[in-house]
């Protein structure tokens, strides 16, 4: 008698409908991305018109990079993995057609409209009430908690009980995003206006990242490292540590981003020291995920995902490390509202939770599909050219925004109203910006080998997908 258990049949298409679309839409959000830092910065509006200045496609780029990108690929991979950490399919491939039907749309129809200015003003919170007659926000909210609904009953409904690491992150994340989103989304339009509304605002803005893009980010990392490299995760504990410091400190900390603004002196302080304590999760996860590959690190040459997780990991490190240092007020008040801030958000969000995200989708694809990956040496060069694209990306903007403001700091200089005015008159902020240019030049080559980087990715994926792998052409022709 056979007393093996059954295998499970998993359910492939709602995986398939969230990472297919999400992969073309990082390249049409790097490509705008890219001709906002010619078109922008370095040829000031060589292309003009009412439709295409900053203020209208900025917008598109950071909700094509950061909801019709990242979000919507993490759910794919949420998709493949929570089923898999449960023993069991997912709770409703229905509710998930539902979800995504909603999530496409919503997004696509916000998104697009940016450029005719719907645009709502709100950082991360652009996403028009209505466009038309079409409850764009209220879609987009219904979406994610039919997605959050799923995936919590797959997980009540599961048969491992005990849960891995991942499935907490997973679970925080559906919980955080339910109080985060309305935030960002409906309460800043509540609150009276003035310094509260601000405040409100980087409380959404800062937790969209905190608590959500980073538990995402790392349930997958936590997920895919021992998966691609066949390791077991180091440490459970470190893991768990890591879970609940993030749960307990970052919902505190998106005021370090108004330092010195006319915010109370008692919430500065409580923002700085908890920023501090951030070195907490950072470091149990950056040593957990470095620990687990200590005795394998040949398997780091072998894999171009495992390259991708692990320096995902070098580059959290290194914005967790830019975070708490310009919570403090002396350094606040160079870094503050410097290029250096849009170095930290892509540091985080592409360098390490895109880097991340690409690592699960070359796990995932060939499962999927029943197909080897179309192109290892594709996929290297995918990594190659992302690692160097980033460096001339992230850390000219991170020097560049230094200079930028210690430039600034230098009309503080004196005592006197007189010797300010003096030092305001030689050093104009048009000049300051005008030295910013071989740093935004630099920043425009790390886009452009980047967005060279994705399209290899996205062609090499769509090839595995469609076509067989080139070992197996060889094998076939042998």
């Known amino acids: 008698m056979n007393n093996q258990p059954a295998a499970i049949e998993h359910h492939h298409l709602p995986i398939k409908i969230m990472l297919y679309p999400a992969m073309l839409f990082m390249l049409v959000g790097m490509f705008v991305g890219v001709f906002m830092a010619f078109n922008a910065f370095i040829f000031p509006d060589y292309f003009a018109g009412e439709y295409i200045h900053f203020g209208r496609i900025r917008p598109v780029h950071v909700w094509h990079v950061l909801l019709l990108w990242l979000v919507s690929a993490n759910i794919g991979l949420f998709y493949y993995m929570v089923p898999r950490l449960c023993g069991r399919p997912l709770w409703s491939p229905n509710l998930a057609y539902i979800s995504a039907a909603f999530w496409w749309f919503s997004l696509i129809i916000g998104t697009y409209s940016y450029p005719t200015g719907t645009n709502s003003g709100w950082e991360y919170a652009e996403l028009p009430l209505w466009v038309g007659w079409i409850p764009i926000k209220l879609m987009f909210v219904i979406s994610w908690l039919i997605f959050a609904f799923n995936i919590f009953m797959t997980i009540l409904n599961r048969n491992y009980q005990k849960m891995y690491v991942s499935l907490w992150y997973v679970m925080g994340v559906l ?86 603004g006319p915010v109370s002196q008692w919430l500065q302080t409580v923002s700085i020291i908890f920023s501090i304590w951030l070195f907490i999760p950072v470091w149990t996860v950056v040593g957990n995920l470095f620990a687990t590959l200590e005795k394998n690190w040949h398997k780091y040459s072998e894999s171009a995902a495992i390259r991708f997780i692990m320096l995902g990991n070098a580059f959290y490190l290194v914005t967790c490390i830019q975070g708490p240092l310009m919570a403090l007020r002396n350094v606040n008040e160079i870094t503050s509202k410097t290029d250096w801030i849009i170095s930290h958000s892509h540091i985080a969000l592409y360098g390490t939770f895109s880097f991340f995200a690409f690592a699960g ?102 090839n595995t997908i469609i076509l067989k792998s080139e070992v197996a052409l060889r094998e076939q022709l042998a």
């Open 361 to 462: 989708i070359y796990q995932v694809i060939p499962v999927i599909t029943k197909n080897s990956l179309w192109s290892k040496k594709l996929a290297d060069w995918h990594f190659a050219l992302n690692l160097w694209g980033s460096l001339l990306f992230f850390f000219p903007l991170l020097i560049g925004g230094f200079l930028q403001g210690m430039m600034w700091a230098t009309w503080a200089d004196g005592g006197s109203y007189a010797e300010f005015h003096n030092n305001f008159a030689n050093l104009s902020f048009l000049h300051t910006t005008a030295e910013m240019r071989p740093w935004w030049i630099l920043r425009g080559i790390g886009g452009l080998v980047i967005l060279s980087s994705g399209i290899i990715f996205v062609v090499n994926i769509f």
């Open 175 to 260: 919980i955080w995003a339910s109080f985060t989103i309305p935030v960002g989304f409906f309460a800043i339009n509540w609150v009276s206006q003035g310094i509260s509304r601000v405040n409100t605002s980087f409380f959404y803005v800062h937790n969209l990242v905190g608590l959500i893009f980073t538990p995402m980010g790392l349930a997958i990392a936590y997920y895919f490292l021992p998966k691609l490299s066949n390791i077991p995760i180091y440490s459970h504990r470190m893991s768990m540590i890591g879970f609940w410091s993030i749960a307990f400190l970052y919902a505190w900390i998106g005021v370090h981003h108004i330092i010195h």
